[in-house]
């Protein structure tokens, strides 16, 4: 009986993850890092939020870009003790882009409030020495586009203030977001032709989210090596944008090809954003949270993942 194309997509990475790592085991030694995205908790205090974190083993996490204006957002050296307190590190900052930060906009208002929230973002993950910033090329629950400019529109607003990644040493890393949330740039493909286009050294990484995949991308695996090095950081969530493990995500064959690509090198991450299912989950950024529902997340998200990582790690051919 033939085999189904996924199975065949999934012999194809499985079999290149055994063949490369009995070619060079030593670049499969170290263990990928874990982080966390925080703003999904909400309105909670960051003290509690890394009390929790570490208190699953984490040693990353990624912060809420909550520096909407000038007045807004965490304090740095306030942030720093709080993250020394817990034993915690900074990965990057999840920027925040939505119809009042749009770099697509037609609206020249808005796309200056874009700019200068990058700005400000990209000063403060170099004050907290994180790896990277995470920028959406659109506006995040805005489905619709404004009109057939949009792409050469956020293009030039991005390159407008691209130095700024230069000069900080953060990595910009263009999220692809599924069409139900953005109007453009929903996969890796049109991630990589919209960093070609920006044509900027300060832009060119790669944010993914093995959600936004599942419906974007043929093959979950196949699109996260087709971004290779490109790849900083991965966020991750089940088929229902729920804790790993309570859902249908086929995590063996991700966790290899994040394996293939150098995932596991020293600063690169993946990134549980568990948001629940939605058309537009911002709203959770400024909501009060359950603390005893973000502890089961947290917990049964990072052990499954770790769980999985290590039957990987133990797979014979």
């Known amino acids: 009986?033939?085999?189904?194309?996924?199975?065949?997509?999934?012999?194809?990475?499985?079999?290149?993850?055994?063949?490369?790592?009995?070619?060079?085991?030593?670049?499969?030694?170290?263990?990928?890092?874990?982080?966390?995205?925080?703003?999904?908790?909400?309105?909670?205090?960051?003290?509690?939020?890394?009390?929790?974190?570490?208190?699953?083993?984490?040693k990353y996490v990624e912060l809420h870009g909550n520096h909407y204006g000038p007045d807004l957002g965490y304090e740095v050296?306030?942030?720093?003790?709080?993250?020394?307190?817990?034993?915690?590190?900074?990965?990057?900052?999840?920027?925040?882009?939505?119809?009042d930060n749009d770099l697509s906009s037609n609206n020249p208002v808005q796309q200056q409030r874009a700019i200068d929230y990058i700005r400000r973002e990209a000063h403060f993950v170099q004050e907290m020495q994180g790896a990277y910033l995470l920028v959406v090329p659109g506006s995040v629950g805005r489905a619709d586009a404004y009109d057939s400019s949009e792409f050469p529109r956020s293009v030039a607003a991005l390159r407008r203030i691209a130095d700024v990644f230069v000069e900080t040493g953060v990595k910009?890393?263009?999220?692809?977001?599924?069409s139900a949330e953005v109007s453009l740039v929903h996969s890796v493909r049109d991630a990589i032709d919209?960093?070609?286009?920006?044509?900027?050294?300060?832009?060119?990484?790669?944010?993914?989210?093995?959600?936004?995949?599942l419906v974007e991308e043929a093959y979950i695996p196949l699109a996260v090596?087709?971004?290779?090095?490109?790849?900083?950081?991965?966020?991750?969530?089940?088929?229902?944008?729920?804790?790993?493990?309570k859902g249908a995500?086929?995590?063996?064959?991700?966790?290899?090809?994040?394996?293939?690509?150098?995932?596991?090198?020293?600063?690169?991450f993946v990134t549980p954003e568990p948001l629940g299912p939605g058309a537009g989950p911002y709203a959770a950024r400024t909501a009060v949270p359950n603390p005893k529902v973000?502890?089961?997340?947290?917990?049964?998200t990072v052990s499954y993942f770790r769980e999985r990582e290590e039957a990987v790690r133990m797979m014979e051919p």
Not at 1 to 10: G, L
Not at 28 to 46: M, T, Y
Not at 85 to 92: A, E, T
Request: proline share 2%; glycine share 8%.
């Open 294 to 300: 973000l502890d089961r997340l947290v917990h049964d």
């Open 194 to 213: 919209y960093i070609e286009a920006v044509d900027h050294p300060g832009v060119q990484h790669i944010n993914g989210d093995i959600y936004h995949m």
């Open 225 to 245: 090596l087709e971004a290779d090095d490109r790849l900083i950081n991965l966020h991750l969530a089940d088929t229902n944008r729920l804790a790993l493990g």
């Open 1 to 58: 009986m033939s085999e189904q194309i996924v199975d065949q997509w999934r012999r194809k990475v499985r079999e290149r993850f055994f063949r490369e790592r009995s070619l060079r085991p030593q670049d499969f030694e170290r263990r990928i890092d874990v982080s966390w995205s925080n703003w999904g908790f909400g309105l909670e205090e960051l003290d509690v939020s890394c009390a929790r974190l570490s208190a699953e083993g984490l």
């Open 172 to 178: 910009a890393a263009i999220e692809p977001i599924r």
């Open 77 to 99: 050296e306030e942030t720093k003790k709080i993250l020394e307190s817990h034993g915690l590190k900074v990965s990057g900052v999840c920027g925040m882009f939505s119809n």
């Open 249 to 268: 995500m086929d995590l063996d064959t991700i966790i290899m090809s994040l394996y293939l690509v150098g995932q596991n090198q020293q600063g690169r």
